[in-house]
């Protein structure tokens, strides 16, 4: 009974961890834009970007809004030549179609700018993220 007892608790085991599928880290993010108003949303999907967010970032009156709109169209330019170039793979999936016609509020661009700086201190020495 006991050796039986083994090889069931043996078989859930293995069974249970070949099943486990490591969560993926996603560093895709949303700009959404409501079709009824002009107010535009960021939607992160990266697990360690709200703790990273509230231990490095300034408060948003820190910089200007012109500064974070300058410093979002450098990094989104960045951003998108890296995704052309690694075709889209790697924490660089998706391409930023970043209007510097619109005026997305500081509030947005704030987020962006934080993000930006989180992809350049987790993985930018890696895939030499940096505005250019």
Known sequence: MKRLT?????LLF????????????????????????????LIIIDPGFDTWFHTNAKPIS???KNYYETKNR???????????QYKGRGPFENYIQYDQSIDYGIELNYQLFWYFKYVEATVGKRYNFQPL
Do not use: M
């Open 14 to 41: 293995v069974t249970g961890c070949a099943f486990q599928a490591t969560p993926k880290r996603d560093r895709n993010f949303l700009i959404q834009s409501p079709e009824d108003k002009e107010e535009y949303e």
């Open 74 to 84: 450098l990094y989104v330019n960045a951003w998108n030549g890296l995704h052309h």
């Open 62 to 64: 820190y910089y200007s």
């Open 6 to 10: 083994l090889w069931v608790f043996l």
